[in-house]
């Protein structure tokens, strides 16, 4: 998994998989989800990203050890 925080179109795109995505099905107008051709979840994309998320209080555990994400 990834998380990609782009600033200038203060956009978050968390990347669940590598596999490519066939469809976006919108949750919202500023939410979407991708699918692969299995239909599983591959990505997640957030506008409007500091509206939706407090980007300073994302954590991401990996191997138990805990870090915090700093938007750039």
């Keep these: ?23 976006t099905e919108e949750i919202n107008e500023l939410v979407t989800v991708d ?6 979840l591959v990505g997640i994309t957030i506008e409007s990203a500091r509206n939706q998320v407090d980007l300073n209080s994302i954590n991401i555990l990996t191997n138990l050890e805990l870090k915090t994400l700093q938007p750039a």
């Design 1 to 23: 998994m990834k998380i990609h925080y782009f600033a200038d179109t203060d956009t978050l795109f968390i990347e669940l998989s590598d596999r490519p995505s066939v469809r």
């Design 35 to 40: 699918f692969d051709t299995e239909e599983k």
